[in-house]
T-cell receptor, first 115, second 112 residues
Framework: DAGVIQSPRHEVTEMGQEVTLRCKPI?????LFWYRQTMMRGLELLIY????????DSGMPEDRFSAKMPNASFSTLKIQPSEPRDSAVYFC?????????????FGSGTRLTVV | GDSVTQMEGPVTLSEEAFLTINCTYT??????LFWYVQYPGEGLQLLLK?????DKGSNKGFEATYRKETTSFHLEKGSVQVSDSAVYFC???????????FGRGTSLIVHP
């Protein structure tokens, strides 16, 4: 398996622009997580899907952030409009909660810079 | 709520030195415990795990023992290599929850 695939790896955009981050989870995994990592705040859970349904989005910072999972093999995280304080590394992770003692597989992340 | 506390880094060691990274946790139930490693420019990778008291997780020369009495899961390695330089995250997941709780991470730097 190719693992969790995220795109793009790097994104530089101007303040006010829309940004879309993409994630392809591991085939057969039924849960998907979006995280944000910064030096100041560490690793923050933004939203979590189970069987393509958003279960907990309490970590989404504000209405500028939205996430979708239209099918089991694809998810997007959108920021509109983007702001400099959104600069961070965004990770997608997936797992199969039907397995005993499951762990989480992370993608390589998208480094977002908003100027 | 649940929380994971790790020692602050960076931890700086010479090659072949002994490594300990401390991790303690607070949980309302009986969690599973994990160590993840993040190499530069990459995502987190599962390093090892333990699911019940006194279990020892091990992988790539790293070990950690689930100590319920001290609510700890310290990471150890007998002889570190330069290639072990990375950020290490301790994490827990309560039974019945899908969401892990991560510590802030501890940076390890190993010099030749």
């Amino acid at each position: 398996d190719a693992g969790v695939i995220q795109s793009p790896r790097h994104e530089v955009t101007e303040m006010g622009q829309e940004v879309t981050l993409r994630c392809k989870p591991i085939s057969g995994h039924n849960s998907l997580f979006w995280y944000r990592q910064t030096m100041m705040r560490g690793l923050e859970l933004l939203i979590y899907f189970n069987n393509n349904v958003p279960i907990d989005d309490s970590g989404m910072p504000e209405d500028r952030f939205s996430a979708k999972m239209p099918n089991a093999s694809f998810s997007t995280l959108k920021i509109q409009p983007s702001e400099p304080r959104d600069s961070a590394v965004y990770f997608c992770a997936s797992t199969n909660t039907g397995q005993a003692n499951y762990g989480y597989t992370f993608g390589s992340g998208t480094r977002l810079t908003v100027v | 709520g649940d929380s994971v506390t790790q020692m602050e880094g960076p931890v700086t060691l010479s090659e072949e030195a002994f490594l300990t990274i401390n991790c303690t946790y607070t949980a309302t139930g009986y969690p599973s415990l994990f160590w993840y490693v993040q190499y530069p420019g990459e995502g987190l990778q599962l390093l090892l795990k333990a699911t019940k008291a006194d279990d020892k997780g091990s992988n790539k020369g790293f070990e950690a023992t689930y100590r319920k009495e001290t609510t700890s899961f310290h990471l150890e390695k007998g002889s570190v290599q330069v290639s072990d330089s990375a950020v290490y995250f301790c994490a827990l997941r309560e039974r019945g929850s899908y969401i892990p709780t991560f510590g802030r991470g501890t940076s390890l730097i190993v010099h030749p």
